[in-house]
Nanobody
Framework: QVQLVESGGGLVQAGGSLRLSCAAS????????MGWFRQAPGKEREFVAA????????YYADSVKGRFTISRDKAKNTVFLQMNSLTPEDTAVYYC??????????????????WGQGTQVTVSS
């Protein structure tokens, strides 16, 4: 059974950086798409970034393009989200997710089968 554990969240000032990690266990992830989503208070969970585990192709929401970078370390079964130039609008709980079928619709949360518990990111102004 696949399990995902996020870490790396915290409090940072606007303009700062954080690096989130998602440790995946339970199987090999060939063919998977791994994604990051976030949910701010009173808002729906939204897509942030995704990466194809095998080929490494990446996708980003327009709101984070150029500031965030998703990557993966196959040897460590870990996905990362490097977040730079953070703003208060980035404040949310960030979730790692796994899509075992590698759907075309990587931005749709319903395509993902397994979710981590989330990690809080707070950006102060």
């Amino acid at each position: 059974q696949v399990q995902l554990v996020e870490s790396g969240g915290g409090l940072v000032q606007a303009g700062g950086s954080l690096r989130l990690s998602c440790a995946a266990s339970g199987r090999t992830f060939s063919g998977y798409t791994m994604g990051w989503f976030r949910q701010a208070p009173g808002k729906e969970r939204e897509f942030v970034a995704a990466i194809r585990w095998s080929g490494g192709r990446t996708y980003y929401a327009d709101s984070v393009k150029g500031r965030f970078t998703i990557s993966r370390d196959k040897a460590k079964n870990t996905v990362f989200l490097q977040m730079n130039s953070l703003t208060p609008e980035d404040t949310a709980v960030y979730y790692c997710a796994a899509d075992r079928f590698g759907s075309t619709w990587y931005e749709r949360r319903n395509e993902y089968d397994v979710w981590g518990q989330g990690t809080q990111v707070t950006v102060s102004s």
